[in-house]
């Protein structure tokens, strides 16, 4: 019988979300795999996560491919996209984390190219008159990824209710983010 490596990702990330500290003994149990078998497919913890890093980035990119970012105003494009993060949430909590990911020459591409199109539409709404000009689209950008993360968190420790992600992390933002008529 042939490996399902998606559902061994999908089982590590599922357990690193909620145990960042899983040893490679405790991923390969929860796949329902031996440890040898882990090995094989990936050398250590830093392939594994590199192979998680791969599918969030994936994922993400399949989120705000959904979201349709250039549709509609700004807001609404970044209430889609939380919207359609969300089950991706708690892999890109885990990655956050990960220090590994963001030192040096080995960062991937990919979180450059997600951080283009979420800052693009950050930017469309400073353009339009929706958010405020003093917050950098870059500055936007890193607010939802940790508003993301925090809010998959405390969804995971049962302090928010899975159905109120998507309003307490965008409403939160762009609650920051709106231009208000000044006084």
């Known amino acids: ?11 590590a990330a599922a357990l690193l979300t909620r145990k960042s500290t899983a040893t490679m003994d405790e991923v390969a149990k929860a796949a329902g795999i031996s440890r040898a078998t882990l090995h094989r497919h990936f050398a250590g913890r830093d392939a594994l996560v590199r192979a998680l890093e791969a599918l969030g980035i994936e994922e993400c990119e399949a989120a705000v491919d959904a979201a349709r970012l250039d549709e509609g105003p700004a807001a609404e494009a970044v209430r889609r996209l939380v919207r359609e993060i969300q089950p991706a949430a708690g892999l890109l909590a885990f990655l956050y984390g990960e220090s590994q990911l963001w030192e040096g020459d080995r960062q991937n591409e990919g979180w450059q190219r997600l951080d283009a199109r979420i800052g693009a539409v950050f930017q469309r709404g400073q353009r339009s008159g929706e ?15 940790g508003l993301t993360a925090s809010c998959a968190w405390a969804t995971l420790d049962g302090r928010v209710a899975a159905r109120d992600f998507p309003t307490m992390v965008a409403e939160l933002l762009l609650g920051g983010a709106l231009r208000r008529e000044e006084s």
């Open 1 to 11: 019988m042939a490996l399902d490596r998606d559902q061994v990702l999908r089982s």
């Open 131 to 145: 958010f405020r000009i003093d917050l950098t689209p870059v500055w936007l950008t890193e607010a939802l990824y």
